[in-house]
């Protein structure tokens, strides 16, 4: 692979790219989101089945970055997330047209994870995955805004969110604890249940 020395304002060159391919997986409609990629044969555990290619940023602008998508999203539900941390000081951002494993959907019980291989970043196998499985990795997506964040993964497993699993505990509780007020507030409200509300808007 070439050193990416391109410097930022050349990054628009990007776009000419091709695809990243890959022999183990195809782009294809998900049930979960959109596209997702899918295996297209058998691919054992720990195979690295391709490459998550992006803009090679500063942690700063890396960080900038995320916070404008989030604020551009807030609310639509849309829970891409493209920026990875590669390193201390460096982040790989890949909202880029050629990254085709930014195509890859979250699940609460995924057969993937990213890992950062010789200074890249590579989308590897957790378990033996069935030629026509579903590719997915979990975002580790923080607890803070959760409930825009609807998971649809279908796995038993599924929390509902999409959040990292060590939040889970924290989730759960967070869950029953408005289990219980909405089960309180609904009993004498019957009624008034066709009633729309504004959606909530944070901060
Ligand atoms: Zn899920």
Request: aromatic letters at 6%; a positive charge.
């Amino acid at each position: 692979m070439a050193k990416s020395k391109t410097p930022t304002k050349k990054a628009k060159k990007a776009t000419a790219l091709k695809p990243v391919t890959s022999p183990y997986c195809k782009p294809q409609g998900s049930a979960i989101h959109q596209q997702g990629l899918f295996a297209s044969k058998k691919i054992p555990q720990d195979a690295e089945i391709i490459q998550y290619v992006g803009e090679k940023i500063s942690s700063k602008e890396g960080d900038k970055r995320a916070i404008d998508l989030a604020d551009e999203r807030e609310g639509s539900g849309d829970a891409s997330v493209y920026m990875f941390i590669l390193d201390d000081d460096h982040d790989i951002d890949g909202n880029v047209p050629h990254n085709t494993a930014k195509l890859i959907n979250h699940s609460c019980d995924p057969n993937c994870e990213a890992q950062i291989i010789d200074d890249e970043i590579w989308i590897v196998a957790l378990k033996d995955i069935k030629k026509g499985d579903e590719l997915t990795f979990d975002y580790g997506f923080e607890l803070d805004h959760y409930e825009d964040h609807l998971c649809l993964c279908g796995s038993p497993k599924c929390i509902g969110y999409i959040v990292a699993q060590e939040y889970w505990p924290k989730l759960k509780t967070k869950l029953a604890k408005k289990k219980a007020v909405a089960r309180k507030k609904a009993a004498p409200k019957k009624k008034a249940a066709a009633k729309k509300k504004a959606p909530k808007k944070k901060r």
